[in-house]
């Protein structure tokens, strides 16, 4: 099997997952989903999925911990989020400060 057809057969399998995982979130009676436990899991579950996958994109490298101009943007768009700051500002004053970070490093 060649890889172009691997590759497709993979996207094809996970877009059939994907689809019932779904359609399984749909099957679930609506008297578990007002469950208290379950609507504060519910409401906090992407809010950690979201803070692994920025935690691995700014701290992973390959299969080590790397720190580097990342780190500090990081930081810095957390502090301008905390103080309210616009979303556009946060993202651009993050940027550049790796920007500038790469380039004297």
């Known amino acids: 099997m060649?890889?172009?057809?691997?590759t497709w057969l993979a996207?094809?399998?996970?877009?059939l997952g994907c689809y019932l995982l779904k359609l399984l979130g749909l099957s679930v009676p609506?008297?578990?989903?007002?469950?208290?436990?379950?609507?504060?899991?519910?409401l906090l579950l992407p809010v950690a999925l979201l803070s692994a996958?920025?935690?691995?994109?700014?701290l992973g490298g390959?299969?080590?911990?790397?720190v580097d101009a990342r780190l500090p943007a990081l930081a810095l768009?957390?502090?301008?989020?905390?103080?309210g700051a616009p979303f556009l500002?946060?993202?651009v004053s993050a940027a550049a400060l790796a920007a500038v970070l790469r380039l004297l490093g």
């Open 30 to 42: 609506a008297s578990l989903l007002a469950h208290p436990v379950v609507a504060r899991t519910a």
């Open 53 to 58: 996958l920025v935690a691995v994109q700014v």
């Open 77 to 83: 768009a957390a502090l301008l989020l905390w103080r």
């Open 62 to 66: 390959t299969g080590t911990l790397v």
């Open 2 to 6: 060649s890889a172009a057809v691997a």
């Open 11 to 15: 996207v094809l399998g996970a877009s």
């Open 89 to 91: 500002v946060v993202v």
